[in-house]
């Protein structure tokens, strides 16, 4: 049983709305733009990398990278790179190949990034894989689920005005949803009047996060962390530059909330200076930007600094979704896994059957490997 064949797939699909809402589609599909206040680079459709890796007897596991901008760069890496290093290979060899892929590049400084997405994707492909040839879910592969289902917050609330983002929020109440996260990052005072009139709405048991992109200085985020603390808040999220660790520990010592950190992070040496200095109190890498197998790695890592986990999960599609959940189950310190409902209905229309996420949780698929089959006929149609 061998690794015989490595297919990277670039996928650009159309959408009414952009992430996080409130711009109008562009009539060139790879025209990206910015969101001032913040300051990256965004896209008008989903952009999404999915690799297949097939063995000979026509076995086959799906990956997905988080690549919401330029998925080509993602899909090159995978052609050039890592194919050539897993033909060949015995796809039931999952951390040496891991291994085998990161030090291709390690020496020339290549340990993130880019680099790391492309890792992911096949690490999340040979998972599936390996569950298909074995028989078994994901996530029991991965040493059992440590739930029955796995609990989520709503994220974004992508409406323009406070009273549309209550109204939002009310709704999934309605439906069962109780935590809720605000795109933020407009001001300080902005930031505080927005979380407070959804504490308000909401009442005291909703769970109310915030992430402010990265957007503020220290004494800033001191200051809306002081103000989140007040209204009960679970998390502030990306309050400073990302690479600030020391500015990060000083804010979590200042305030009485618990700092969230790390979709910008992909291994575990990455995350060990946050647990190190104490500059994290949850950490947030995206299964499409680290893998399965070092998510579950950083988790380990988290738990023995007594730090939980609140996986990011964006505009992954649904086998990033699917394999967001399995390590999200299997993850002991959990506290929630991000949810995008405008995103999972795009991914569940390239699914042919449909994961579901109610009441505040997703279902654990369980079916071999991931448990979702992609379409391939949905995809091409849906292709911009
Ligand atoms: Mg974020």
Redesign the pocket.
Known sequence: MSISKVESIPVRIKRDEAYLGGIPVAADPQAYFTRPPYRALYSACFETAFVKISTADGVIGWGEALAPVAPEVVCTIIDQLLTPALLGRDPLDGNALWNLMYDLMRERGYYGGFMLDAISACDIALWDLRGKLLGQPVYKLLGGAFRERVPCYVSGLPRPTAEGRVELALDYVARGFDAFKLAAGHGVRADAASAKSLRDALGDEATLLL?A?WVYSLDEAVQLGQALADLGAGFF??PINPEDVESHAQLAAAVALPIAHG?TERTRYQFRPWLMQKAADILQPDVGRAGISEVLKIAAMAEAFNVKMAP?LSVGLGVCIAASIHAAAAIPNLYLLEYQPPVFEIANLLLKSPLTCEKGHYAIPSSAGLGVELDDGRLGALQA
Do not use: I, L
């Open positions: 992430d992109h999220e990306a979709e990011h």
